[in-house]
Structure formats: structure tokens, C-alpha cells
């Protein structure tokens, strides 16, 4: 028997040596493979298909190679640019989490708006095997919903079980959309700008209808019957706006049309008024002013005398804007009429009273905020006497007609970080509460009910938090990730993709080279936890336990080893079938995705709890690739923490008999390559109702103090 452990032993240290042999031997391989592609604008017209095409730009489109860096497509529909479609793999050949290229065809329109992404190829095999179609869909659909500015709505949660592939998608389509178009767009409009300004020399052909459904142009409706509820919500029964009796009783009628925009930016002033009237208005704005139109028509207006009136200050005193706390109203010398080009305006704006005001610097409005314009309309209240009703219409000027700063676009893995910070700091406390658990681990096992406490709480911890909760569970894949990284492209950025993966794995490290593979399959494995409790339950309700004999045991520990030895060696040549081996780790249908996947996968995980119910972490001893890999690299630990006697494996085989993984060898010594550091055998160590050498150590000590008091002497007599 000791001979096969002393094979065994040596396997295992060849393991190691065989796995650096691999990373040689297909590194030049890998290398090659991460190679970015030299594709060109030429090669992107010939790739893509024409449906792809109509799918991120509907309509009659064509497409001509640009010129230059990076690649792109120009769209143009009648001989008007459109924008551009550009491929992720060709801007900037970004990677998934499985450290392959993938690539998206994506749309990105003249005012920087993704007009759609297609995806084309990606190597994340857990998406294909974990995730269902329709929410894929709905995650790619989020990104028709992006700007260049803004891309919240693209959410890689909605593909759960597989966030860190999503998360990587979601930054090689925005750090490509970004360059594109910085390179093409900025530079076609030739204004590059530093600070957030609104238009005033890009122009773009809109009609009425396409400015009020942008929000270029805003406006309301009034009928008369809304006016008086208005009126008399404010002034009580019998109120009424300051309209004719005949008006009044014509309550279908329109009591007021208001409609208004800021006509500065070019691509609304020039499209309502034409490009002469436009540069005359541009004219009176020479030191920073604006230009606001409004318009109305019906019953009411937003226009009085009160302007024509010196007692009044020459004010329009219907109308004022509002912004940030601060309103102001309008002088006679800041308005001009002005109507909107019949053709452009057609039966959807107003033109009784057409005005185009002056907002002068002064006015400090900010055009780049919402602002509102508020109607004052006069009425009376039943008595008679003079109220005003206030109808409030907000603005906020569209992005199209503002000319923002090409964002710089911050590693995606900062904002990941930032939006985790709870949960990193939860995952903080766990692991140092496994880390003081270590350090203190002499005084803890001293009380096994303080031991269980702990115990059973960490694990409930492990299991429900970090497994279930927050999808934490590590897995072989993730050490075939750090192995590869090198080689395949995906650098530390990728990595960081996911905060609490690359938190475990540094904390994982660490320990591994200290202590050995037990302080995370013994505490911080969600699914190692999973079994340990089940088990547990098991053993309340009295399941018989089956031990595994000794040698039988050493013969199926090396499952784990070849497992995890094809598993890495594999992943180097093919990432796909190392992912499918995978399976064999029930991880994912167990923790990710909480056994709601197809049967067979669903019947496998149930059938390992089922065996770890009779054989304490049945999985983790004898199958579990992640453990033999982690037992391999473990083997350089530099402390050994856990106590032994002389009399171990002689006098007294408790330890052995109570180990739940058949850890402890005959000889009383603990194999550290299988060991979960579970401290089962420090909680007997220092049991002096268990441990014979302490009870033995008791029994002589209370003889000691018996012989003392002078047990067994006769009682002196009692004093007279």
C-alpha cells in the first residue's frame, strides 16, 4: 500500500510537470491564433450579407469601403450618407471571456445612435449551452436602444450564467462604435468639439413631422372644455378662462395650439425657416444668444397687448421660461415675427402668431438642459375677479442637435467594479471570515459546538450567497481562463470583467500556495457546500453512511487528476471542447441556474447529491476536475497547520475513521492532496472526551489530583 501512495505522490508532482509541458507545446499555437486579423473596409463589403444590411439599415442602401483606419462601411440612401456599419473583429479584434475573437456587425447612424448589432461568430460556448435563445435576443436588442453617449439599457445580467461573457460582448461593441466614430463621423462634420455645445453648422434635411417626433418641436393642445376644468380646478365653480360666451359654449373647439423649439441649432432653424431667414436670425446671435420660436392659434394666445404698454415694461406677459430655479420674461425689442415656411409647417403647426425671440446671454439659460416654457392664460374667477392658469410645457433639446465630445471610453471593467461595490465588499467579509477562521483555528476546534456554529454557517453562507445568489462558483473553466490568458489575448482587463470571479481566484492563489486546496473546497465552494449539507441532513435522518475502503478510495481519487489533466490540456488546443468536457462539473445546473435546464443535466447533478448522501462529497473526492487541479498546484503549499500525535496511526485511528474524504492514511499522517482542511480532525485533536491519548492524559491527571487530596484515607474523627 504504501508503495501506490508513493506512485501516487509522484503522479501527481508529474501532473504539474506535464502541464507546463502542454502550456510550451501549444503556446506558439495559441499565439498564433490570437493573432489580430488584417482585415480591411474591402474585406467587410464582401463579408457581410445583405440581409444583415436591411437588418441595421432598412431601405434602399448602398455601400462603399472607406478609406483609412479603422474599417467601416459608408451607407447612403439616394446619395446622403447615412452613416456606417463597421465589424467589432476588424476595429478592435476584442475577445470574449472564453479569450476567443468574436465579432458584431453593428449600425451607427450621422448623430451617433446604433442603429442594431448583428451577431456574427463568437466562441463563448457557455451562451450556447447555458443560456436560452430569447433572452440572448433580448440582450443583443439593448443595443438598438444605444447611443454613443449612453449605453445602459445594453444589460449582459439578462443573460445569466453567462454575465461575464455579455459583459465582454458589451465592451467590444462600444469601444469599437466608439472609434468608428471618432474616426469617421467627427471627422466627416470636421467638429471636434471639447465641451457639450448645441449645432449651428452640422445640418441634416427633417421635416415637420420627423422634429416633433424627435422633440425638436414641442407643443400642446387645449381644447375649451379642458381650459375651464384648468380654470376651475383653480379658481373654483363658475370660473372661466377670458374667451367670448359664444367661445364658451363651443367646448370641442380649440381653445389654444401652442407649439415652440430652439431654432440655433441649424438642423431646426434652417429646416423651418429656409437657409436665408436662418442666417438672418443667426445674425442677432453674436454674443452667445438664442433663438426660441413660438406659434400658437385657436381661442386664447400666448400674445397680449401688455408688450405695446410702457406701464408694463413693453413685457409679453403670457409667456416666461423657466430653468433651475430662475425664469424671465420676454421684452418687445428681443421679438421678431416670423413664419415658418408654408411647406415646411403643412397642417401640423400653428402660424396665427408666429415669433421668434431673442434669449440673450444674460438670461443664462443652458440649452443643453431641459428648460420649461410656461403660458400664463388669463380668466376670472365667478365673482369676476382677474386669475391666471399656468400650462407648463417642457424642452429638452434632442442629442441629434447637440455636438457632444467623442466619449473616452473608460475600461469596461471599472463600471462593473463600481456597480459590484456590495457585493465585493460582502465577498470581503466571507473570505476574511474564512481567513480568521484559519488563523485562530487552535482556539476555535476547542468548542466543537462553536466549530459546528461556524461550520454550518459558512457553508450556508457559501452555498446561498455566493453560490446561488450571486452565481460565484468557481470551475475548472476559470483556471483554463488564467492559463490560456497569455496566449489567447485575453488580457487583465478581460479578466476583470467579473469582480468576485477575480477576487476568489487572487484569494483562491494565495492560499493554494500557502495552505493547499482545502481552504476553497473546504469552505468557499458553493456546490462542495451544497453536498456537505445535504449530507449532513442525511446523517440527522439516518442514512446510512458507506466508507470506501481505503485502497478501492486511492485508486478512484486519480478520476479527478485525469479529468483535470484533459480538461486543461485540451482547452489549449480547443476551447469549445474543453467547455463541453466541462460538463462534467454539475456546477451549472446545480448553482447557475438552479437545476432549470434539460433533464439529462438536471438527472446528472441529482444523481452526485444523491451518492453524496451515502458518501460524504462523493463529487469533490473522486471526480471533480477543479479539485485535482487545484490539488496539482497545491502541492507547492508552504504550511501545514494541522496537528498531529505520535500516537496517531498507532494507538488511536479516530481522526481517520471521522475524516469526511478518507484523508487520513493508516499511518495517522494527512494526505494534504486530498484534505478538505474541514478541521474535523482538530475539532477530536483537542477532545478530551474523544481523543484517547487526552483521555488518557485526563485520567492520570485526576488520579494525580486524587492521590492530593488523599482519596481512599480514612476520614479523620470528628472533633468533640
Known amino acids: 500500500m504504501a508503495v501506490l501512495v508513493n506512485a501516487l505522490r509522484r503522479a501527481a508532482g508529474a501532473c504539474a510537470l506535464l502541464l507546463s509541458v502542454l502550456v510550451l507545446a501549444w503556446s506558439s499555437q495559441a499565439v498564433a491564433q490570437a493573432r489580430p486579423p488584417a482585415n480591411t473596409s474591402n474585406d467587410l463589403i464582401f463579408r457581410i450579407k445583405p440581409e444583415t444590411v436591411r437588418e441595421l439599415f432598412p431601405g434602399e442602401v448602398t455601400l462603399t469601403a472607406t478609406e483609412g483606419r479603422p474599417p467601416a462601411l459608408e451607407v447612403r440612401e439616394k446619395g446622403e450618407l447615412k452613416g456606417y456599419i463597421f465589424s467589432t473583429m476588424d476595429v478592435v479584434n476584442a475577445t470574449g471571456y472564453a479569450g476567443k475573437p468574436f465579432d458584431f456587425f453593428g449600425g451607427l447612424t450621422m448623430d451617433g445612435k446604433l442603429t442594431g448589432v448583428v451577431l456574427q461568430q463568437h466562441s463563448e460556448t457557455i451562451i450556447g449551452r447555458g443560456v436560452p435563445q430569447a433572452r440572448l435576443d433580448q440582450f443583443i436588442a439593448g443595443f438598438a436602444t444605444a447611443t454613443i453617449q449612453r449605453w445602459g439599457r445594453v444589460d449582459p445580467d439578462l443573460i445569466a450564467g453567462a454575465t ?56 400642446i393642445s387645449v381644447t375649451v372644455r379642458d381650459a375651464i376644468k384648468l380654470f376651475e380646478q383653480k379658481g373654483g365653480d363658475g370660473a372661466r378662462p377670458d374667451i367670448s360666451p359664444q367661445q364658451m359654449g363651443r367646448l370641442d373647439d380649440l381653445f389654444i395650439q401652442f407649439n415652440m423649439a430652439l431654432v440655433s441649432p441649424t438642423s431646426i432653424g434652417n429646416n423651418m425657416f429656409g437657409d436665408t431667414r436662418y442666417r438672418e436670425l443667426m445674425a442677432r446671435e453674436p454674443n452667445g444668444e438664442l433663438s426660441i420660436w413660438m406659434a400658437d392659434k385657436g381661442y386664447s394666445s400666448f400674445v397680449s397687448n401688455s408688450h405695446l404698454r410702457n406701464a408694463t415694461g413693453n413685457m409679453f406677459d403670457q409667456v416666461r421660461i423657466e430653468q433651475g430655479g430662475t425664469s424671465f420674461l420676454f421684452h418687445r425689442d428681443e421679438a421678431v415675427r416670423m413664419l415658418v415656411a408654408a411647406a415646411f409647417a403643412g397642417e401640423l403647426l400653428p402660424s396665427r402668431e408666429s415669433m421668434v425671440f431673442a434669449v440673450p446671454a444674460s438670461a443664462g439659460l443652458d440649452p443643453l438642459k431641459p428648460f420649461r416654457v410656461v403660458l400664463m392664460q388669463p380668466g376670472f374667477t365667478k365673482a369676476g375677479a382677474p386669475m391666471t392658469v399656468e400650462i407648463p410645457i417642457t424642452y429638452d433639446l434632442p442629442d441629434v442637435h447637440k455636438l457632444l465630445p467623442v466619449p473616452v471610453v473608460r475600461p469596461a471593467w471599472i463600471e462593473i467594479w463600481e456597480s459590484k461595490v456590495v457585493d465585493i465588499s460582502i465577498l470581503g467579509a466571507l473570505l476574511a471570515a474564512v481567513t480568521l477562521v484559519f488563523l485562530f483555528q487552535d482556539t476555535l476546534v476547542r468548542s466543537r459546538m462553536a466549530y459546528n456554529v461556524v461550520r454550518i454557517g459558512l457553508l450556508s453562507f457559501t452555498l446561498g450567497w455566493l453560490g446561488w445568489w450571486v452565481g460565484a462558483q468557481f470551475s475548472i473553466i476559470n483556471i483554463l481562463t488564467y492559463m490560456t490568458a497569455p496566449f489567447t489575448g485575453a488580457g487583465l482587463e478581460t479578466l476583470l470583467l467579473d469582480p468576485l470571479f477575480f477576487v476568489l481566484g487572487i484569494y483562491i492563489a494565495v492560499t493554494l500556495f500557502l495552505l493547499g486546496r482545502g481552504v476553497f473546497c473546504g469552505w468557499l465552494c458553493p456546490f462542495g457546500a451544497l453536498q456537505e449539507l445535504t449530507n449532513k441532513l442525511a446523517i440527522l435522518l439516518r442514512v446510512p453512511q458507506i466508507k470506501v475502503a481505503s485502497g478501492l478510495q486511492e485508486r478512484l481519487w486519480a478520476v479527478k487528476y485525469i479529468l483535470a489533466i484533459g480538461i486543461l490540456a485540451i482547452g489549449f488546443y480547443s476551447v469549445d471542447m474543453a467547455n463541453q468536457l466541462e460538463e462534467v462539473e454539475p456546477f451549472k445546473t446545480a448553482i447557475n441556474v438552479y437545476f432549470v435546464r434539460e433533464l439529462p443535466f438536471v438527472l446528472y447533478a441529482v444523481a452526485l447529491l444523491a451518492a453524496g448522501l451515502f458518501i460524504e462529497r462523493f463529487y469533490c473526492r473522486f471526480l471533480c476536475p477543479l479539485g485535482g487541479a487545484l490539488g496539482v498546484f497545491g502541492r507547492l503549499r508552504m504550511f501545514k497547520w494541522l496537528k498531529r500525535k505520535p500516537q496517531c496511526g498507532t494507538q488511536c485511528r479516530i481522526c481517520e475513521a471521522d475524516c469526511p474524504v478518507g484523508a487520513i492514511e493508516p499511518s495517522g499522517q494527512i494526505n494534504m492532496n486530498e484534505c478538505l482542511q474541514c478541521l474535523d480532525c482538530q475539532v477530536d485533536y483537542y477532545d478530551d472526551e474523544k481523543c484517547p491519548p487526552l483521555i488518557a492524559r485526563k485520567k492520570r491527571k485526576d488520579a494525580r489530583a486524587d492521590a492530593g487530596m488523599g482519596v481512599g484515607a480514612p476520614a479523620p474523627a470528628p472533633a468533640e
Open 164 to 219: 461575464i461573457s455579455g459583459r465582454a460582448l458589451k465592451a467590444g461593441m462600444q469601444s469599437a462604435a466608439t472609434r468608428v466614430y471618432a474616426a469617421h463621423i467627427v471627422g466627416e462634420v470636421e467638429q471636434v468639439v471639447t465641451e457639450p455645445q448645441i449645432d449651428r453648422k452640422g445640418f441634416a434635411p427633417y421635416n415637420a413631422r420627423e422634429l416633433i417626433e424627435k422633440g425638436s418641436i414641442v407643443g
